[in-house]
Structures are given as C-alpha cells and as structure tokens.
T-cell receptor, first 111, second 112 residues
C-alpha cells in the first residue's frame, strides 16, 4: 500500500516559470513532511520541510503548501531555473519514525 | 568535510557473489539507514539502526544483512547476489527525533 502518492511523474517548465509538484498521504499519524532534491549521480538532499501546524513554509524560491484536511502538500518552485532540474521526492514520517517517500518527480527546466 | 560517506561508489559483480557496502557518518547522528533506489528512481527503505539497534527491517530478502559496529558506521552485506539486486544503495543518517535525513552519495551495484 503506497502511503504517499506523488504527481506528476515528470514535469517540464520554461525558465522563469512556476514548478508545482503535489503529494497526497493517507496516514494521519504523519507529522513531518520534507522535500528532497536529487541531482543525477548524487544522493537526495533535504530541500525544505514542514510540520502540520502551519499551512505554508517558504525558503527563497521554494514554498511548501500544506492542506491538513485534504491530506495534501505541494512544492512550488518560483522563477524556475535550469539549475533546478533534478528529481524531487516528497516524504512523510510519523513522530521521528520511518519516512515514506513518494515515487519522485523529474523536473526539467528549459532555458 | 564529508558528512555521510559510502564505499565503494561503484560495484560490478557476478551473480552468486557476496559483496559488502560500507557507510560512515561524522555528523554525530544516532540513527542510520539503508535505502535502495531502483532504475525507476523509486526510493525504498531497507533497514534502520538506532544506537546500533535494528529498529526498521523492511521486507527484504534475508540475503541482505546489515551490521552496525557503532553509531557512526552501518554496513550492508549481500549474499548470493541476483540480477534484481542491481540498484543504487544509499546510506543516510539522522538524529532521531529531528527527522531530517542526510544521504550519502550512493553505491551503484551492478550484478551481471
């Protein structure tokens, strides 16, 4: 049973555009929702994370929007740049327990 | 200053062989993980150790045996390698209770 569903599988955006990746979860015990960024040949790296007590968190061009009632959260990348081209994973975990990862989204930002 | 390191980076071997991957972290974390990333980039947790104690053991063939000699090290030994074991294996670490995981650079295992 997949507990975190991520979409889309791949995304192509023009430079300067907004990239949006969505995730939905099922387990209401999840209380930590990170996004990881992975470049080819590298390990995933934590990009930004949110806890369910806030509806939005922004760090530079990256914003997480969180909807607790809908059990959904999304990553918005404003002013997308070619250097943002990578695979993005959402994840969720309960109380420092096991993280469950989404299937990943391959983002390509065209110059 | 490497935070989470893995050796080797690449591993090419034949079916039936036994191989090991080593992981070390210098972040002072108390929890370490092994993940498998397949060709479709799906990332699946395999094992987790906290203070040398196994706390997560997913449905993984018993040909895979993790070992944590101390908090800073987590090794993965694989017996009787199969073609389906070909993947990238990532080690990660965290300070339990703080959620954030730090990943190593990965070990690309190719079984021929």
């Amino acid at each position: 049973q997949q507990q975190v569903k991520q979409s889309p599988q791949s995304l192509i955006v023009q430079k300067g555009g907004i990239s949006i990746i969505n995730c939905a979860y099922e387990n209401t015990a999840f209380d930590y929702f990170p996004w990881y960024q992975q470049f080819p040949g590298k390990g995933p790296a934590l990009l930004i994370a949110i806890r369910p007590d806030v509806s939005e968190k922004k760090e530079g061009r990256f914003t997480i929007s969180f909807n607790k009632s809908a059990k959904q959260f999304s990553l918005h990348i404003m002013d997308s740049q070619p250097g943002d081209s990578a695979t993005y994973f959402c994840a969720a975990s309960p109380n420092a327990g096991k993280s469950t990862f989404g299937d990943g989204t391959t983002l390509t930002v065209k110059p | 200053d490497t935070a989470v390191s893995q050796t080797p980076k690449y591993l090419v071997t034949q079916m039936g062989n036994d191989k090991s991957i080593k992981c070390e972290q210098n972040l002072g974390h108390d929890t370490m993980y092994w993940y498998k990333q397949d060709s479709k980039k799906f990332l699946k947790i395999m094992f987790s150790y906290n203070n040398k104690e196994l706390i997560i053991n997913e449905t993984v063939p018993n040909r895979f045996s993790p070992k944590s000699p101390d908090k800073a090290h987590l090794n993965l030994h694989i017996n009787s390698l199969e073609l389906g074991d070909s993947a990238v294996y990532f080690c990660a670490s965290s300070l339990r209770g703080l959620y954030e995981q730090y990943f190593g650079p990965g070990t690309r295992l190719t079984v021929t």
